[in-house]
């Protein structure tokens, strides 16, 4: 809203953590696989805020907004990988799944 007009567009944000731990004795190698939404329509936007760790691609096998990071952990060690992104579209679209 901008004063007591609504704003054209609505905006949402996500934001989530990625929480891996290794709980074995030995070094271990993970692969980790996350996606992101990708519009399929010209008046809806993703706009991407880049992860707190960058991934090996963001097109796995050419499919867009799907990550893969590979990440080698020690024992006991944790990492966390932050996500976030905004979907911006028309207010009067309606969309599902959001």
């Known amino acids: 809203?901008?004063?007591?007009?609504?704003?054209p567009t609505k905006k949402i944000t996500y934001k989530y953590k990625i929480t891996v731990e290794n709980y074995k004795p030995r070094?271990?190698?993970?692969?980790?696989?996350?996606?992101?939404p990708v519009a399929q329509d010209d008046k809806i936007r993703v706009?991407?805020?880049e992860p707190s760790v960058q991934?090996?691609?963001?097109?796995?096998?050419?499919?867009?907004?799907?990550?893969?990071?590979?990440?080698?952990?020690?024992?006991?060690?944790k990492k966390e990988?932050?996500?976030s992104y905004v979907v911006e579209y028309p207010r009067d679209l309606g969309i599902d799944g959001l």
């Open 1 to 7: 809203m901008l004063g007591s007009i609504p704003s």
């Open 27 to 36: 070094v271990a190698l993970v692969k980790l696989f996350d996606q992101i």
């Open 47 to 49: 706009v991407r805020v």
């Open 55 to 77: 991934p090996d691609t963001d097109k796995y096998k050419d499919r867009a907004g799907v990550y893969l990071w590979t990440l080698s952990l020690q024992p006991k060690e």
């Open 81 to 83: 990988i932050l996500i």
